[in-house]
């Protein structure tokens, strides 16, 4: 009869792959910050919001305007984990994004519905 921790062998590799990315979002809970103002979303790191920062994928600054917005929506909405939003002015057949919710689901759905209109799929329950 094997040992009750048999059942565990080689999640190690899972099990350390999920600290390294907690520890990673963690991090970046106290650095990422979303900046709505009047026309547009902003993705700022803290301390270097008055720097224009470039998009290491895309180029550009992380800064949309709400009416290039084609979609958007916050998965999972009961628990919301990711949000995605696809706006026309990075690219004109359309960019994606992606973003970890590592703050509050309810106050980026409420301030997302407020500036950018309701999802077309989805909302908190």
Known sequence: MRGGLSAYEGVTPLAVIAGILGVFLSI?????????????????????????TE??????????????????????????????FKETQTKPEGQIHFFPV??????????????CGPSQNSMPK
């Open 28 to 52: 970046q809970s106290t650095r990422v910050k979303f900046v709505f103002d009047d026309d547009s979303l902003e993705v700022v790191i803290a301390g270097k919001e008055e720097q224009q």
């Open 55 to 84: 998009n290491a994928f895309v180029g550009g600054r992380n800064r949309w305007r709400y009416d290039t917005f084609v979609n958007w929506e916050l998965w999972w909405p009961g628990f919301p984990i990711l949000v995605y």
């Open 102 to 115: 590592i703050f509050n689901g309810r106050q980026l759905y409420d301030v997302m519905v407020e500036r």
